[in-house]
């Protein structure tokens, strides 16, 4: 068997999904690596590093789309691609079935198999491929990174000869892996942290990490089995808000990163909110590419509201390409073992696993 993978579209994204390290696994399972030519040379991978662990490195990347049995991707490839891709051919990385609807419906309908591992049923057996947890675990250390650089004040509290420095006050909003890790590296930076979620299940997880939960009076739980957020009431809603409102007259720093998988990101933050922050405060909305947490994120762009800075980046990841692609590439590796029949030495589709069977684009 023979698996391949060919440069994103560098302008969007700089992560890869097979780094040097994880070849030899392949190898061990006998399975072959096609990879086109300065696959990840933009990160500072050079293709002598993929040769000398075995790839076979070809100069474009029609050679590699033939010749493979499975393509690994980051993100669903270009319809120039996508077009010479052929039956039984395999398919796997985050092809976001819910705005790629009518290209995953056209390759399934040439019988090319579809996986889209942001499907993946959070189950015990499935942690070790859980391409968003990874993901999300930097991206939430990274906006923190990203929001400390901007602020013009000291984060932790200094005492010194001339008077003490205060501790910048942080929000995260949301506390899925994300959240938790920006609380846990807000407070390794000596910040005084608070968080607030949909679910009540996050409490004691903030808590362990130094943080201070937020919660609505009389809350419910809204966690789906799946353990992800689920859409808010309106009375939570109004009751959430009136909470953060009070709350956001004293933070310098709030990070967001509440989404509702294949759903537009809620609006936590409103503008009038906002207005009753303190000048010089930052909002780092994660939750751009989908829509904002916050009601004036502008993708890519920094917004100044009398004084407030909101600012969302569309792939937070490509400033951590490398550190991501590591992770990324050893989930793909375990999501392609657990695909590969060791007797048969083929790929096969066994939609009695549940892993399988959720993630296949049907």
């Known amino acids: 068997m023979i698996v391949g993978s060919i440069s994103e579209n560098k302008k969007q994204e700089s992560r890869v999904a097979i780094t040097p390290d994880i070849l030899k696994k392949y190898k061990s399972l ?15 991978i050079k293709d002598e590093e993929y040769a000398s662990e075995g790839a076979k490195i070809f100069v474009n990347s029609e050679e590699v789309l033939t010749s493979s049995n499975a393509i690994l991707q980051m993100n669903m490839p270009s319809d120039e691609n996508l077009n010479k891709l052929v039956k ?16 995953l419906k056209e390759l399934i309908l040439k019988e090319i198999n579809c996986f889209s591992l942001e499907l993946l049923p959070r189950i015990t057996r499935a942690q070790s491929m859980d391409i968003l947890s990874s993901q999300a675990n930097l991206a939430g250390y990274k906006a923190v990174v990203e929001a ?57 997880q903030v808590e362990s990490l130094g943080g201070k939960f937020l919660t609505v009076e009389g809350a419910e739980n809204l966690e789906t089995d799946g353990g992800y957020a689920k859409e808010a009431s309106e009375d939570f809603k109004k009751k959430q808000e009136e909470l953060l409102k009070e709350t956001l007259r004293k933070i310098d720093i709030v990070i967001c990163t509440a989404l509702i998988p294949g759903k537009k990101a809620p609006i936590i933050i409103k503008r ?7 000048s ?13 947490n916050s009601e004036l994120t502008k993708v890519d762009q920094i917004v100044d509201s009398n004084g407030v800075k909101i600012m969302g980046e569309k792939n937070i990841l490509n400033k951590l390409p490398f550190s991501a ?3 990324y590439s050893k989930n793909m590796f375990n999501f392609v073992n657990n695909l590969y029949d060791k007797e048969k030495k083929r790929f096969e589709i066994n939609h009695d696993d549940e892993i399988i069977d959720k993630t296949i684009v049907k």
């Open 30 to 44: 006998g399975i072959d690596i096609h990879l086109c030519k300065d696959y990840a040379s933009h990160i500072g």
């Open 88 to 103: 039984d051919q395999i398919l796997i990385g985050v092809l976001n079935p819910y705005s790629n609807e009518k290209k």
């Open 148 to 204: 400390f650089a901007n602020f013009q004040k000291a984060i932790p509290m200094m005492m010194t000869a001339a008077g003490t420095i205060s501790a910048a006050k942080v929000l995260i909003v949301g506390a899925g892996v994300a959240g938790l890790q920006a609380i846990a590296t807000a407070k390794r930076m000596g910040a005084i942290v608070f968080a607030t979620d949909v679910r009540l299940a996050s409490k004691e």
């Open 272 to 278: 009038n909110m906002i207005e009753v922050m303190k």
């Open 280 to 292: 010089g405060s930052i909002i780092y909305d994660l939750a751009a590419s989908q829509g904002g």
């Open 325 to 327: 692609s590591n992770l």
